[in-house]
């Protein structure tokens, strides 16, 4: 499927700061600014800046740094939330207000008349003021679907201009939420963005699935931070729109391991080695048949290029390795051995248990077998994985 154009939203320091026991610093928050920026995301979610005198500093100094991306605040459906938000010079505010009846009848103590006069004042108080508005339902998708069109269609005569489909609690499916989108799409005209959360999992392939029904744009963090188990990453997202739905490839994906260890840095959360594009793992291959035939083809088990992202893939030396694997990490580095002894060390590594051999320790391991080594230059060492004519995923 392709898809002509698909907005990406930043949300790291809003949503991402949400994420239980994060709280970026200010310098932390303009450099994560400039590198999303520099990535390439159309719009930068720079915080809530009704919330703290700390908060509203921040996105003022992101608001007046001269990014490309245009830059939102996050509102209440209160006209004292916009004021702020005027103050920040943002060029979008966010509102939102949870249309779900359980929600209008216990926290709000509201009926949908009066929420909507609210709603659509906020709408029009903040388009007076020469803002751009999306309107979200929180809970949008647990919300009466008629609830939410007849909000809809009353924002859209107060002029918003995008509406928000939130998975707030993370409970849809793929299939689920293409036809909430669908639906919302049909009745309303309206362009929609989707904030999918990722409590099963899925926050990715809803927000897929939510572009292929009509949905234009996608809320994300670095890392998929956010509340709970966070929202959709902004890496896979980004890596999937451009590879699986032929969107053009204007994002700079060589940012991308420097954005996410800048980020987890900042947030005290490590990135898991099986994360998707920026993980330890994401390119380095393991078991024997699988290594024998990358050293072919590395499209036999590769569908993202290692280059792509401005990395280099590897093979992995534990008991799961064949023999090409030891042979490659022999020649990368400048080692001959007999065969004897190349089957010797091929046993040892095969009786590996919970590890795995780096360079050094391979060297190290060669070396107490043999006593003595013929080594080419050191320029050899850390090459990357078919440096020859395989350096290129198709």
């Given at each position: 499927?392709?898809?002509?154009?698909?907005?990406?939203?930043?949300?790291?320091?809003?949503?991402?700061?949400?994420?239980?026991?994060?709280?970026?610093?200010?310098?932390?928050?303009?450099?994560?600014?400039?590198?999303?920026?520099?990535?390439?995301?159309?719009?930068?979610?720079?915080?809530h800046?009704?919330?703290?005198?700390q908060?509203?500093?921040?996105?003022?100094?992101?608001?007046?740094?001269?990014?490309?991306?245009q830059?939102?605040?996050?509102?209440?459906?209160?006209?004292?939330?916009?004021?702020?938000?005027?103050?920040?010079?943002?060029?979008?505010?966010?509102?939102?207000?949870?249309?779900?009846?359980?929600?209008?009848?216990d926290?709000?103590?509201?009926?949908?008349?009066?929420?909507?006069?609210?709603?659509?004042?906020?709408?029009?108080?903040?388009?007076?003021?020469?803002?751009?508005?999306?309107?979200?339902p929180?809970?949008?998708?647990?919300?009466?679907?008629?609830?939410?069109?007849?909000?809809?269609?009353?924002?859209?005569?107060?002029?918003?201009?995008?509406?928000?489909?939130?998975?707030?609690?993370?409970?849809?499916?793929?299939?689920?939420?293409?036809?909430?989108?669908?639906?919302?799409?049909?009745?309303?005209?309206?362009?929609?963005?989707v904030?999918?959360?990722?409590?099963?999992?899925?926050?990715?392939?809803?927000?897929?699935?939510?572009?292929?029904?009509?949905?234009?744009?996608?809320?994300?963090?670095?890392?998929?931070?956010?509340?709970?188990?966070?929202?959709?990453?902004?890496?896979?997202?980004?890596?999937?729109?451009?590879?699986?739905?032929?969107?053009?490839?204007?994002w700079?994906?060589?940012?991308?391991?420097?954005?996410?260890?800048?980020?987890?840095?900042?947030?005290?959360?490590?990135?898991?080695?099986?994360?998707?594009?920026?993980?330890?793992?994401?390119?380095?291959?393991?078991?024997?048949?699988?290594?024998?035939?990358?050293?072919?083809?590395?499209?036999?088990?590769?569908?993202?290029?290692?280059?792509?992202?401005?990395?280099?893939?590897?093979?992995?030396?534990?008991?799961?390795?064949?023999?090409?694997?030891?042979?490659?990490?022999?020649?990368?580095?400048?080692?001959?051995?007999?065969e004897?002894?190349?089957?010797?060390?091929?046993?040892?590594?095969?009786?590996?248990?919970?590890?795995?051999?780096?360079?050094?320790?391979?060297?190290?391991?060669?070396?107490?077998?043999?006593?003595?080594?013929?080594?080419?230059p050191?320029?050899?060492?850390?090459?990357?994985?078919?440096?020859?004519?395989?350096?290129?995923?198709?």
């Amino acid at each position: 499927m392709v898809v002509a154009s698909v907005q990406l939203l930043d949300s790291t320091l809003r949503e991402g700061e949400q994420t239980p026991g994060v709280n970026f610093s200010l310098k932390e928050k303009l450099e994560i600014a400039t590198l999303v920026d520099q990535f390439g995301v159309d719009i930068i979610e720079a915080g809530h800046p009704a919330i703290s005198p700390q908060i509203k500093r921040a996105v003022q100094r992101i608001s007046r740094a001269g990014h490309q991306a245009q830059i939102l605040a996050h509102c209440r459906a209160i006209r004292a939330d916009i004021d702020v938000a005027i103050d920040c010079d943002v060029d979008w505010v966010g509102i939102f207000f949870c249309l779900r009846n359980e929600a209008l009848e216990d926290r709000y103590r509201k009926d949908l008349g009066q929420a909507l006069a609210l709603i659509t004042d906020v709408v029009e108080y903040a388009k007076a003021h020469g803002l751009k508005v999306r309107y979200t339902p929180e809970d949008t998708v647990r919300s009466p679907i008629d609830n939410v069109v007849k909000v809809a269609l009353a924002c859209k005569a107060a002029g918003v201009d995008r509406i928000g489909v939130a998975d707030t609690v993370g409970v849809m499916t793929p299939l689920r939420m293409y036809q909430f989108v669908h639906l919302l799409r049909e009745r309303t005209g309206l362009e929609l963005n989707v904030h999918c959360h990722n409590d099963l999992g899925m926050a990715v392939a809803n927000s897929l699935t939510a572009v292929e029904a009509g949905a234009r744009l996608i809320d994300t963090t670095v890392n998929g931070l956010g509340e709970r188990t966070g929202i959709a990453p902004l890496a896979e997202t980004a890596m999937a729109l451009a590879l699986r739905y032929g969107m053009e490839n204007r994002w700079e994906f060589p940012l991308l391991p420097q954005l996410s260890e800048v980020v987890a840095r900042a947030s005290r959360i490590p990135i898991p080695a099986q994360a998707p594009v920026v993980g330890r793992n994401a390119f380095t291959h393991n078991a024997g048949l699988h290594v024998s035939a990358v050293l072919i083809d590395p499209s036999h088990y590769e569908s993202i290029p290692a280059e792509l992202v401005g990395r280099t893939r590897d093979v992995a030396l534990d008991k799961m390795a064949g023999r090409p694997t030891l042979t490659y990490r022999l020649d990368r580095l400048g080692v001959h051995v007999s065969e004897e002894l190349f089957e010797e060390v091929f046993m040892r590594i095969k009786a590996l248990r919970k590890s795995q051999l780096d360079d050094r320790q391979l060297l190290s391991l060669v070396t107490k077998l043999s006593g003595g080594l013929s080594i080419l230059p050191k320029t050899a060492v850390g090459a990357p994985l078919g440096a020859d004519e395989k350096t290129t995923a198709p």
